[in-house]
């Protein structure tokens, strides 16, 4: 991808959504949900499409005016990071849910899978043209990944997971071709059960994260994490390294998204993805101070140490829907700030 300098910055997906559109404290209560929940959103039916535009157009602002140099639409359409896409695809059950055990061990309501599985129209389109549309910088947007979504269901009607994967993929695929042609720059896959589940990961995800990319023209990025740190407890302890990455080397992705800043992951890590770029995780989600930009070039000059300049990208460590804009905006700025210093430093 052309367009953007040395160490580019981005989001990773989410953007704070703000109080006038969606029930902030009602979305943090529990986990991102799986299923639809139109109850968080606080504008009525007939004009919550156009206030998910202003919040977009916000969002969109609020990144270029910061600096930031890939910019994406902070999901303002979405109750969560998955169950849109997820709940739009053909063979889900629409009169019930069912029910999956999530990354902590709790039963949540889930898509129900009661047919095979297609995706029988474009569903974020839109969404990426008007994106194109709204930001001068290169661009980005975000689909759940065939492994989650395969981890986020109850399979009644495949014979085993892996077939079930492998459909998710087919229906991804076709809208990572649609988002492309629609003029975005980089299309990011999100699979935090990669982490969860890496046993499972291990038998048939890359088939599958590979299966749902074969053919597609663009950068194509893929984010693993340990999840929300806001959702999970501030302060929650991660872990220090993940469970399954260096597989991902072998996958056809283009730049894989790790956290690094909360969990004080060993940058040394970074050496097991050799033919990968690295969007690195340089803020910590879960504590209310905001680094210093030399803590952020700090963290940067870290990695360098293992990873080239032209491999490396810098971005928070994961999405930022449950934080205020306003804090938000603070941390962004200072990730902005510290990769300057280190631009000047290298050249």
């Not at 160490?7 to 299923?35: F, M, N």
């Not at 008007?130 to 009607?157: D, I, Y």
């Not at 700025?333 to 430093?345: F, L, Y």
Request: charged share 25%; glycine share 6%; net charge negative.
């Amino acid at each position: 991808m052309r367009g953007h300098p040395i160490l580019p910055t981005t989001i990773v997906g989410s953007y704070p959504q703000p109080d006038w559109l969606i029930d902030r404290e009602r979305l943090k209560a529990s986990l991102p949900p799986r299923v639809r929940a139109e109850q968080l959103w606080r504008i009525p039916a007939p004009w919550l499409a156009d206030a998910q535009e202003a919040a977009t157009l916000m969002a969109i602002r609020d990144q270029e005016e910061l600096g930031i140099d890939i910019v994406g639409d902070g999901e303002m359409r979405r109750e969560s990071y998955s169950n849109r896409l997820a709940t739009a695809l053909s063979g889900i059950d629409t009169r019930k849910h069912g029910t999956a055990i999530d990354r902590t061990g709790k039963a949540n309501p889930v898509p129900l899978v009661s047919g095979p599985i297609r995706r029988v129209a474009p569903i974020e389109a839109q969404d990426a043209a008007f994106l194109r549309r709204h930001s001068s910088k290169p661009v980005k947007l975000t689909l759940p990944g065939p492994f989650t979504m395969t981890q986020q269901a109850e399979n009644g009607f495949y014979p085993d997971a892996r077939s079930l994967a492998m459909d998710y993929a087919d229906g991804v695929n076709a809208e990572v071709r649609d988002l492309f042609a629609a003029g975005v720059d980089v299309v990011q896959l999100d699979e935090p059960y990669l982490q969860a589940r890496a046993a499972e990961a291990n038998a048939y995800a890359i088939e599958a994260i590979n299966r749902s990319l074969d053919g597609v023209d663009g950068t194509t990025a893929l984010h693993i994490c340990f999840g929300y740190a806001m959702v999970h407890g501030a302060g929650v302890q991660k872990p220090k390294a993940y469970d399954f990455l260096a597989e991902l080397d072998a996958s056809v992705v283009d730049v894989i998204s790790i956290e690094a800043a909360q969990p004080g992951l060993d940058p040394s890590i970074l050496e097991e993805l050799p033919n990968k770029i690295i969007m690195y995780g340089v803020l910590d989600l879960s504590i209310p101070e905001v680094e210093t930009p030399e803590l952020v070039a700090a963290r940067i000059r870290q990695a360098l140490r293992h990873v080239d300049a032209e491999r490396l990208w810098i971005a928070p460590d994961c999405g930022m829907k449950y934080h205020s804009r306003e804090h938000s905006q603070a941390k962004l700025r200072a990730m902005v700030q510290g990769t300057e210093i280190v631009r000047a430093e290298i050249g």
